[in-house]
């Protein structure tokens, strides 16, 4: 048995619920930054209800024109309290809102291919 094996391992392992500790730490003071709108948003075309249920935040997309819908739920929170992402993934596809505190009737709504590529961006404005 290698002994400098040994010895990484056991500090790997010594060290692995330390670093889950800090990363769901931060992932928690990260989450209690950010306000989760909860309201309806449209542009005539696109109409975006972000709702909080069953202690998750969802989004339901519908595309107006022909009544097609897609219900997420669970997104991960980012950026800064004054400019708050959310983000949804479906498949390889990433469904983001970006929404301001302090302009808090129009939101941003953005699709995002795995490559990268933006098929959707659009502003929405409060539906209420």
């Known amino acids: 048995m290698n002994l400098k094996t040994i010895a990484v391992a056991a500090i790997l392992g010594l060290s692995v619920p330390t670093i889950a500790d800090v990363a769901i730490s931060n992932h928690a003071v990260a989450a209690a930054k950010f306000t989760y709108p909860t309201a309806s948003f449209s542009d005539g075309e696109w109409n975006i209800d972000l709702s909080y249920r069953n202690n998750a935040y969802c989004y339901t997309g519908t595309h107006l024109p022909n009544g097609s819908k897609i219900t997420l ?22 469904y983001q809102v970006v929404w301001r505190p302090s302009d808090p009737n129009f939101l941003r709504v953005q699709v995002i291919q795995g490559n990268g590529k933006v098929i959707l961006n659009r502003l929405l404005s409060s539906a209420g």
């Open 73 to 94: 739920v669970g997104a991960t929170a980012s950026g800064t309290h004054e400019r708050q992402i959310y983000t949804w993934r479906n498949n390889k596809l990433k």
